[in-house]
């Protein structure tokens, strides 16, 4: 089974739509993150959630609003897309919110905005 | 914020040889992680090692604390060990990883 997973693989969409991301784990970690990798490979963390908390938001654009349903799901809305958006979403858990755990990635999210 | 610099940035074996990657970084650490990222896009953890030495298979690990520095060995290294290494650091003791800009690997057969 999979430990972190994402939906969908791959998203293709026009300039100025609305998207969804979504991300489950079934470790029974604690912890969710949202990084972003662009075109030349530069990860960045995003956003971290430690149960259903927000704790980490970087200065992403207020367009973009994580949500936690619950600690096994973190998912990732995007309003009024940009082609600067382009990139692939990695979601990713880790036990607790503390600098001492391993960090789980899921498979990413290709998302193209044309 | 903590700085990671990796290098080389680029590297390329033959298959069979060895490789040294290094991942430099600016400030004390709680945490420090190795990934590979394949070909195919995952991120997998190869490592978590904040300090001293571990092993796993062909795959070894030392970070010196004191000196800022983690080194990852690659041995007798296969082509399906292309891909793209990554440390990623943590200071915050938050969980919030700053990853170096990563080591492109390919190993020709």
């Known amino acids: 089974d999979t430990a972190v997973s994402q939906t969908p693989k791959y998203l293709v969409t026009q300039m100025g739509n609305d998207k969804s991301i979504k991300c489950e784990q079934n470790l029974g970690h604690d912890t969710m993150y949202w990084y972003k990798q662009d075109s030349k490979k530069f990860l960045k963390i995003m956003f971290s959630y430690n149960n259903k908390e927000l704790i980490i938001n970087e200065t992403v654009p207020n367009r973009f609003s994580p949500k936690s349903p619950d600690k096994a799901h973190l998912n990732l809305h995007i309003n009024s897309l940009e082609l600067g958006d382009s990139a692939v979403y990695f979601c990713?858990?880790?036990?607790?919110?503390?600098?001492?755990?391993?960090?789980?990635f899921g498979p990413g999210t290709r998302l193209t905005v044309l | 914020g903590i700085q990671v610099e990796q290098s080389p940035p680029d590297l390329i074996l033959q298959e069979g040889a060895n490789s040294t990657l290094r991942c430099n970084f600016s400030d004390s650490v709680n945490n420090l992680q190795w990934f590979h990222q394949n070909p195919w896009g995952q991120l997998i953890n190869l490592f978590y090692?904040?300090?001293g030495t571990k092993q796993n298979g062909r795959l070894s690990a030392t970070t010196v604390a004191t000196e800022r520095y983690s080194l990852l060995y690659i041995s007798s290294s296969q082509t399906t060990d292309s891909g793209v290494y990554f440390c990623?650091?943590?200071?915050?003791?938050?969980?919030?990883?700053?990853f170096g800009d990563g080591t492109t690997l390919t190993v020709k057969p």
């Open positions: 990713a858990s880790s036990p607790r919110a503390t600098s001492t755990d391993t960090q789980y």
């Open positions: 090692i904040p300090s």
């Open positions: 990623a650091v943590d200071n915050t003791n938050a969980g919030k990883s700053t």
